[in-house]
Nanobody, 123 residues
Framework: QMQLVESGGGSVQAGDSLKLTCTSA????????AGWFRQAPGKERSFLGA????????FYEDSVKGRFTISRDNAANKVYLQLDNLPLEDTATYFC????????????????WGQGSQVTIAS
């Protein structure tokens, strides 16, 4: 079982930036596609973006293109999600996930999940 742990969430003002980190103690994490999702209260979990295991390709949901950036450091077993210019509606719990195949926007294809990190945007 591969455990993922998100960190870096918190409360920020609208327009601010935040960087989330997903860390795994497993050496196999570097071989997995990593994805980021979020879930707001009363809403379904939604795809934000993903990065290949090599880190050579990234994919984003249209609404976050240009504001969110995914990167990874395989030597450190970490994947990052940079959030810029945050509006109020980005308040949600943010999750990282991993699976063996090519990046997918379908949450059901991801086998391993973190517990989530809360991001709250205040006006």
């Amino acid at each position: 079982q591969m455990q993922l742990v998100e960190s870096g969430g918190g409360s920020v003002q609208a327009g601010d930036s935040l960087k989330l980190t997903c860390t795994s103690a497993s050496e196999y994490f570097k071989s997995y596609t990593a994805g980021w999702f979020r879930q707001a209260p009363g809403k379904e979990r939604s795809f934000l973006g993903a990065i290949t295991w090599k880190g050579d390709s990234t994919f984003y949901e249209d609404s976050v293109k240009g504001r969110f950036t995914i990167s990874r450091d395989n030597a450190a077993n970490k994947v990052y999600l940079q959030l810029d210019n945050l509006p109020l509606e980005d308040t949600a719990t943010y999750f990282c996930a991993a699976h063996m195949d090519a990046p997918s926007l379908d949450a059901r294809e991801y086998r391993y999940w973190g517990q989530g990190s809360q991001v709250t945007i205040a006006s």
